[in-house]
């Protein structure tokens, strides 16, 4: 085991991962730009360096500066979190050839599946479950000759790309052309690679992720799934585990596929295998998340295991501290648990809300946990994502979790900049939430029937 971690990221999962870097007694660094000098994970950890002004690209994503920063620390591994560089292969290379340990996957394995191109060939081989789609398209004619084949309408994506950009849905032929042009100008600003691929469009699909998990003694296996289907613009909004949506057979096929994904490229430490789940119960596969994700969370509840420490702990060179010859079947989720994201936007518009937090209190009680960097005084910058806090509520069942969400909605207090306390709490309140009868689709229509039922009352 190594003894000293940097944490190569900020905000509430820097602040999570130096906490379990503590519980392994091991010694922690933080980084942070000058307008995270007085953020929590700067406070708790034991040291701390400032790697440069507030801009990303100057700190955040300032490769030589967190080098740097682990050799004058003594560090001798590095945690990425999630966002920024959790994803970089290069970064990767960088830390192994700096004697570092990367707490994450193989440079190679980061670098096949965020090549969405070359993943969906590598998944293909393994038997995972593609939706029909093409290799990167490169002319106008493949591009035609493809949508004909395939059949309207179809999806538009960049091969690079992640978080939605890049990403054009088209519904009729006269319309492909520019959206193909479109797509590929966006892909080349975003991710510096204009190469697009296409993939039939599934119209109201779920979004099913399993936590998939390996070590470096050939021992494979999976945590469960989580419903991702709550999104406003490809951004998830509310997490579950696990979902109600999947018959018993349709899991137990997800979990063999991702299952042995993972072992067909040798994958170690945690990923995320995420698909989508038809109208008809077919399920395809639409990309992995080489890192920790956002809403681990709601694993770590319903299977009581901490997912970072399992990271640390694989990177190290140990087993999987859970596995035995039943761990691939016999693994049930106890309970139910949901993940609502807080961030500092205005509920109506979603336009980012930084400012200084004048007053905050967090929700509490049995089968509560809040996730978060922020406090009162704390000043939340213009710099960064929004998202200001987790909060993950678990019960035995999912009716009796989403009372315990409206609950904690109703008791949390943060003053100062604005929230999306008020649209997280019409989204738990909504029937269609309740009965489960959601996709990915959910929030669209939820807004267009808020913005129809304003418009009706303003005309009356």
């Not at 016999?330 to 109506?348: F, M, Q, S, T, Y």
């Amino acid at each position: 085991m190594f003894k000293k971690v940097l944490v190569a990221n900020r905000g509430e999962i820097a602040l999570r991962v130096i906490r379990a870097c503590k519980e392994l007694g091991l010694k922690s660094v933080a980084v942070h730009s000058t307008a995270d000098t007085d953020a929590l994970h700067v406070k708790f950890a034991d040291e701390a360096v400032c790697i440069g002004p507030p801009p990303s690209r100057q700190s955040y994503l300032n490769v030589p500066q967190i080098i740097s920063a682990a050799e004058v620390t003594g560090a001798d591994a590095i945690h990425p979190g999630y966002g920024f560089l959790s994803e970089n292969a290069d970064f990767a290379e960088v830390c192994r050839k700096c004697n570092l340990t990367w707490i994450g996957p193989s440079p190679d394995a980061m670098r096949l599946m965020g090549d969405k191109i070359r993943a969906r060939e590598a998944m293909a081989k393994a038997g995972v479950p593609m939706l029909p789609g093409t290799a990167g398209i490169h002319d106008e004619i493949a591009l035609l000759e493809s949508a004909e084949r395939i059949g309207f309408p179809v999806i538009l994506k960049a091969s690079a790309g992640g978080g939605g950009r890049g990403m054009k849905i088209v519904y009729e032929k006269e319309k492909l052309l520019d959206a193909w042009s479109m797509g590929r100008t966006e892909a080349q600003a975003a991710f510096g690679n204009p190469e697009m691929f296409m993939e039939r469009y599934c119209q109201k699909p779920r979004h099913i992720e399993i936590q998939v998990i390996g070590d470096k003694h050939g021992n494979y296996t999976h945590l469960g799934e989580r419903e991702c289907s709550i999104q406003r613009r490809h951004q998830k909004v509310i997490e579950e585990a696990p979902s109600i949506a999947l018959p018993e057979a349709t899991r137990q096929k997800m979990f063999e596929a991702s299952v042995k994904a993972i072992e067909t490229i040798g994958y170690t430490n945690v990923g995320t295998m995420e698909y989508l789940l038809d109208t008809d119960g077919s399920f395809y596969f639409m990309e992995m998340n080489t890192r920790l994700q956002v809403e681990h969370p709601v694993t770590e509840l319903v299977t009581g295991l901490d997912l970072v420490r399992e990271q640390i702990t694989i990177a190290a060179g140990e087993p999987l501290s859970f596995f035995n010859a039943q761990s691939k079947t016999d693994r049930k989720p106890r309970g139910h648990a949901i993940e609502l994201r807080v961030n500092a936007e205005d509920p109506n518009t979603f336009a980012p809300w930084p400012g200084k937090i004048t007053a905050v209190h967090f929700p509490g009680g049995l089968g509560v946990r809040t996730d978060t960097h922020v406090y009162a005084g704390y000043v939340v910058p213009p710099n960064y994502d929004s998202l200001l806090a987790k909060v993950i509520v678990h019960d035995v069942d999912r009716p009796a979790a989403i009372r315990r969400a409206r609950r904690c909605l109703d008791e949390m207090v943060i003053e100062g900049p604005r929230t999306n306390i008020p649209f997280l709490r019409r989204i738990v309140n909504h029937p269609d939430y309740i009965k489960g009868d959601i996709d990915t689709g959910f929030v669209a229509r939820m807004l267009a029937e808020a913005a129809g039922a304003l418009t009706n009352r303003s005309t009356t």
